[in-house]
């Protein structure tokens, strides 16, 4: 059973945004999306200061058997990145909502917050596509 | 035809099982518009007698004449064992490697390769081989792009010194890629890059490309070069003559830091000059660039026994997994080239290769001396070399070297056309295989078209 978290909020494409109540977000994949993934070892993240858009790529997590795009899902200017994947990218599979978040984001259009969806609308979308 | 191993009972019979009337049937979602057909235009097919004629015709049209050409591909002697192993079954057969349980020998093999051949580089990490020198130029030029994030530039800069073919295989491979190739000149009597030219250069670049040794066979200077591009925050690309490396420093060693990726043409260790080819493509880069490097990796790990295993690794590069996102398209590796360019490393070790490399340079020495002591015959440039130098001729070469050919010696490369500021000039190359009673033929033959020449017998 996946852990969808009730404080965050969620992308279609399976990232997560958690507001940091200073005007930046916390981004980082799913759950959903780490196990389906699989065993991550490689993480390219974005250069702090570059500018994101939402929808667009940002990141690539790389497993075992696939590399993957990470979607923005907010436009803003990266303030942070998380240094310690780059020697534990299995972080993103232990803990892809706390030590595993990938970004920290400055938000220049904080509208986008309200397009994404809560935990319940997210749930239902991963039941959805398991089907 | 023969060797099909179906007989037409087979055929039928299998076409019965899937329910089809003939095997027309099952190209029928190709538009019939689209069809090859008949392909008239082909002449008939001949019987293996007839064409081993034709083909033992060909291979006689150069057969005999001694060569002295470089110019990126050069005339080695290639010990009776290379081949005898390489043209095992095992080796000379074996398909890819992508099923690691099916493919240990193919895959050890290709990571003693990669072990040997960053060794003589001295550089951290190699792939398993692209198909020649000139596209692993283009490929690192594309990697030196995508990997520099500390300029972001799309601008390489390109000494005028590097093979003219290779500057072409590079423009045709990144011209549409938005990347800019500046060609920069190189100084008249040393025929290398002069640093303190570039003191001038603006803007960011992504990479400045270093040949080692240059077209014309003369050594750049690599340290200067190399501390004057990561100074500017470009990356640098070697591209240089493996067997070379055996005798002069190293890309690895080069400047403060090292050259940051490397490439070069691997036909020198152990590949006839098949005219043209096939031959393979080297590449090396610093371990911090790995992910970049396009092509084939073999790594080494443990099965879930713990025994030494091998494998082919870091994927997510290529293109079967990355798609449009990958290095490169490339998803293949010159396997029975880098077999017998192991076979052939293995065997002479890195005290071979320098005694051949030393062995070359004497020869082209040797045959310098005597080339310009006849009259009319001169070096170019000054400068250190290895095992190519350019000689100007009183007459243009075209026709010094369609006089040495009619006496049975390839004389050289001629330079006019890539390089017509230097006249009657062309590049000559002595390996180790050539005995001093070579040289003699070949003073003598120049000796005798000089001496007929219209234009110098008054």
């Not at chain 1, 780059?86 to 706390?98: F, H, L, S, T």
């Not at chain 2, 064409?51 to 290639?78: E, K, N, P, T």
């Not at chain 2, 072409?168 to 040393?190: A, F, L, M, N, P």
């Not at chain 2, 067997?243 to 190293?250: F, G, R, T």
């Amino acid at each position: 059973m996946n852990k969808v978290p009730s404080g965050l909020k969620y992308s279609k494409t399976h990232e997560w945004v958690e507001a940091q109540g200073d005007g930046t977000v916390r981004v980082g994949i799913s759950d959903h999306a780490q196990e389906l993934l699989g065993d991550m070892v490689f993480v390219e993240l974005p250069e702090v200061g570059s500018k994101v858009s939402a929808g667009e790529e940002c990141a690539v997590v790389e497993s075992v058997k696939a590399a993957s795009d990470v979607y923005s899902p907010v436009s803003g200017e990266v303030v942070a990145v998380n240094e310690s994947l780059v020697d534990n990218p299995e972080k993103v599979n232990q803990a892809p909502y706390g030590d595993g978040w990938l970004m920290t984001v400055r938000l220049t259009q904080p509208d986008e917050l309200a397009a994404l969806m809560d935990a319940d609308n997210y749930s239902a979308l991963v039941e959805a596509e398991a089907h | 035809m023969p060797f099909i191993p179906h007989t037409e009972d087979e055929l039928r019979a299998m076409l019965a099982v899937i329910g089809v009337d003939g095997v027309e049937a099952l190209f029928d979602e190709i538009p019939a518009d689209l069809k090859a057909g008949e392909m008239a235009a082909l002449p008939a097919g001949v019987g293996e007698a007839a064409l081993s004629r034709l083909m033992s015709v060909r291979a006689q049209q150069d057969s005999g004449a001694l060569c002295f050409i470089g110019a990126g591909a050069y005339q080695h002697h290639i010990p009776a064992v290379v081949w005898d192993i390489a043209s095992r079954g095992e080796y000379y057969t074996a398909y890819t490697p992508y099923q690691a349980e099916a493919s240990q020998g193919t895959l050890q093999l290709l990571y003693e390769y990669q072990t040997m051949i960053a060794g003589l580089m001295d550089m951290e990490v190699a792939n398993a081989s692209l198909y020649d020198g000139a596209s692993s130029l283009a490929e690192e030029v594309l990697m030196a792009v995508r990997a520099n994030r500390a300029t972001k530039s799309r601008r390489i800069l390109m000494p005028r010194t590097v093979h003219p073919n290779y500057h072409k295989v590079v423009d045709t491979i990144v011209r549409h890629q938005g990347i800019t190739v500046e060609v920069r000149d190189y100084q008249g009597d040393s025929a290398c890059i002069e640093v303190a030219e570039w003191q001038d250069e603006a803007g960011d670049l992504a990479a400045v490309v270093i040949p080692f040794p240059n077209f014309f066979g003369a050594l750049e200077d690599v340290d200067a070069l190399v501390n004057w591009a990561h100074a500017r925050r470009a990356l640098v690309i070697a591209v240089v003559n493996p067997l070379a490396m055996s005798l002069l420093k190293p890309p690895g060693q080069w400047g403060d830091n090292g050259a940051d990726i490397v490439c070069g043409e691997g036909q020198p260790l152990g590949i006839p000059l098949s005219s043209g080819g096939p031959y393979f493509g080297f590449m090396c880069c610093r371990q911090a660039l790995v992910r970049q490097m396009p092509g084939r990796i073999a790594g080494q790990t443990v099965d879930l026994e713990g025994r030494t295993g091998y494998t082919l690794t870091l994927q997510a590069r290529e293109q079967h997994i990355r798609r449009s996102k990958a290095t490169s398209n490339i998803c293949t590796n010159q396997g029975l080239m880098v077999t017998t360019a192991t076979i052939y490393m293995a065997l002479q070790g890195h005290a071979g290769l320098q005694s051949i490399a030393a062995a070359c340079h004497a020869n082209t020495r040797a045959l310098l001396a005597q080339l310009s002591a006849i009259e009319g015959v001169r070096a170019v440039f000054t400068g250190p070399y290895f095992h190519e130098v350019v000689i100007c001729l009183p007459v243009p070469a075209t026709e010094v070297l369609a006089g040495l050919a009619a006496q049975g010696v390839l004389g050289g490369y001629d330079l006019r056309s890539d390089y017509p500021e230097l006249g009657n000039a062309m590049l000559v190359c002595a390996t180790e295989i050539c005995s001093s009673a070579d040289l003699d033929t070949y003073a003598q033959a120049l000796q005798r078209v000089l001496q007929a020449h219209p234009a110098l017998s008054s």
